[in-house]
C-alpha cells in the first residue's frame, strides 16, 4: 500500500487560497487519489477525486504531476468554516482490491 | 437516500462485555469499510469488504469480527472489550469514482 505524508498543519487567513500537498512516493499504476475533509465529530467528507493532471470541482482543485508521486489539493478563497482536517488518501486497487489508508492529516486553521 | 447509518451513536461497555456495532448503506455499494479514530489521530482500517460474502482484514483487525451476509449491511463485532478499543468507530461505503461516504460514528467508551 502506499504510504501517504501530509504536513501536520497549517495556518491561513481568510480569503487566501490554500495548498495542501500530499506525497505517496511508491504510488502504483493502477491507484487513485481522493481527499478528504473531516471537521470535529463528524465522519470524513468526500471533496474530490483524481488519477493525473488536474481536477476541478465546485470547492477545490487536485493537481497531481506525470510522476503521481504528489498530490496538491488547492482551496480557493477559504473562509473560517473551512477549518477542519483534510486528509489524502491513496486506494490499492492492484494486490489489494479495495484496500485503503489513510494519512495522519492536515490539520487547517483560517483566521480572520 | 440515507446513505451510511450507524448504530448506536454511543456506547459504554466494561472490560470484557461484547456488542456489535451496526453499519448500514442504502446505495447499493459493494465496498464497506470500517475504520477507528483515536483522539487527535487519523482513521485507522480494521475490516473491510469488496462484496457480499467477501471480508479482508485491514490494519488493525485484532479484537474484531465482522460479516457481510447482504449488500446493505456490515456489522462489527468486539469481543472481550479491552480499554485500548476505546475510540470513535466510522463505517463507510465507496462509490464507483472511489468516494468514500461516512457515517455519523459510533463513539465507544470501554471502561
Known amino acids: 500500500l502506499a504510504k501517504t505524508t501530509q504536513p501536520i498543519s497549517m495556518d491561513s487567513y481568510e480569503g487566501q487560497e490554500v495548498n495542501i500537498t500530499c506525497s505517496h512516493n511508491n504510488i502504483a499504476t493502477n491507484d487513485y487519489i481522493t481527499w478528504y475533509q473531516q471537521f470535529p465529530s463528524q465522519g470524513p467528507r468526500f471533496i474530490i477525486q483524481?488519477?493525473?493532471t488536474k481536477v476541478t470541482n465546485e470547492v477545490a482543485s487536485l493537481f497531481i504531476p506525470a510522476d503521481r508521486k504528489s498530490s496538491t489539493l488547492s482551496l480557493p478563497r477559504v473562509s473560517l468554516s473551512d477549518t477542519a482536517v483534510y486528509y489524502c488518501?491513496?486506494?490499492?486497487?492492484?494486490?489489494?482490491?479495495?484496500?485503503?489508508?489513510f494519512g495522519d492529516g492536515t490539520t487547517l486553521t483560517v483566521k480572520p | 437516500n440515507a446513505g451510511v447509518t450507524q448504530t448506536p451513536k454511543f456506547r459504554i461497555l466494561k472490560i470484557g462485555q461484547s456488542m456489535t456495532l451496526q453499519c448500514a448503506q442504502d446505495?447499493?455499494?459493494?465496498?464497506m469499510y470500517w475504520y477507528r479514530q483515536d483522539p487527535g489521530m487519523g482513521l485507522k482500517l480494521i475490516y473491510y469488504s469488496v462484496g457480499a460474502g467477501i471480508t479482508d482484514k485491514g490494519e488493525v483487525p485484532n479484537g474484531y469480527n465482522v460479516s457481510r451476509s447482504t449488500t446493505e449491511d456490515f456489522p462489527l463485532r468486539l469481543e472481550l472489550a479491552a480499554p485500548s478499543q476505546t475510540s470513535v468507530y466510522f463505517c463507510?461505503?465507496?462509490?464507483?469514482?472511489?468516494?468514500?461516504?461516512f457515517g455519523p460514528g459510533t463513539r465507544l467508551t470501554v471502561t
Open positions: 488518501l491513496v486506494g490499492d486497487e492492484s494486490t489489494n482490491a479495495g484496500k485503503s489508508t
Open positions: 446505495m447499493n455499494h459493494n465496498y
Open positions: 483524481g488519477y493525473k
Open positions: 463507510a461505503s465507496r462509490g464507483r469514482n472511489y468516494e468514500q461516504y
